[in-house]
């Protein structure tokens, strides 16, 4: 089906594991996005991509990774979670440009132990 | 930090008009407005954008400062469907097109 979907919508793990969080987009648009939300701080950005191969820095990246080896997807990976990445993850993709709309994913609920 | 400044709450009745504001002072001129809103316990979703002109579709209207340093969302008649958080953003047309911000928007609420 047509759309942006994340993977896995709920992850429950414990402190020191690695989390890949995926996030896969049919429509082939440029821009894909990562972003968390905590109860009082709203919507952060993590990284952000503008192509392949092409990613940078948000507001909030320390303790993530993330890759773009396809158009398609974008995966954000915990390397070694702790507590306070406790968060809804929200991944979203949009065409280049300042008109370019952001469609989100249904958000991925992740705790951590 | 956020390029765009939202009251942390507005309240509303339903079936009447509610006018959103947002402050952009340091927007540039290939800045667009963008406006999302997040119903609970879903992703945000796209209402309206703009330039310079006030912008009508079927969700909302966007009104637009002369010096667009401010705008506001009007959504011409609220329903309970409508309480959500609102969020304002600057999205430039150039280079830093994906840096965006969304702080933490504004929460309505609707009255019966």
């Known amino acids: 089906d047509a759309g942006i979907t994340q993977s896995p919508r709920y992850k429950i793990t414990e402190t020191g594991r690695q989390v890949t969080l995926m996030c896969h987009q049919t429509?082939?648009?440029?821009?894909m996005f990562w972003y968390r939300q905590d109860l009082g701080h709203g919507l952060r950005l993590i990284y952000y991509s503008a192509a392949a191969d092409i990613t940078d820095k948000g507001e909030v990246p320390d303790g993530y990774v993330v890759s773009r080896s396809k158009t398609e997807n974008f995966p954000l990976t915990l390397e070694s979670a702790t507590r306070s990445q406790t968060s809804v993850y929200f991944c979203?993709?949009?065409?280049?440009?300042?008109?370019?709309?952001?469609?989100f994913g249904e958000g991925s609920r992740l705790t951590v132990l | 930090d956020a390029k765009t400044t939202q009251p942390n709450s507005m309240e509303s009745n339903e079936e009447e008009p509610v006018h959103l504001p947002c402050n952009h002072s340091t927007i540039s001129g290939t800045d667009y407005i963008h406006w999302y809103r997040q119903l609970p316990s879903q992703g945000p979703e796209y209402v309206i954008h703009?330039?310079?002109s006030n912008v009508n579709n079927r969700m909302a209207s966007l009104a637009i400062a002369e010096d667009r340093k401010s705008s506001t969302l009007i959504l011409h008649r609220a329903t309970l469907r409508d309480a959500a958080v609102y969020y304002c953003?600057?999205?430039?047309?150039?280079?830093?097109?994906?840096?965006?911000?969304f702080g933490k928007g504004t929460k309505l609420s609707v009255k019966p």
């Open positions: 953003i600057l999205r430039a047309y150039g280079g830093s097109q994906g840096n965006l911000i």
């Open positions: 703009g330039l310079t």
């Open positions: 979203a993709s949009s065409e280049a440009g300042g008109t370019g709309e952001l469609f």
């Open positions: 429509w082939s648009h440029s821009y």
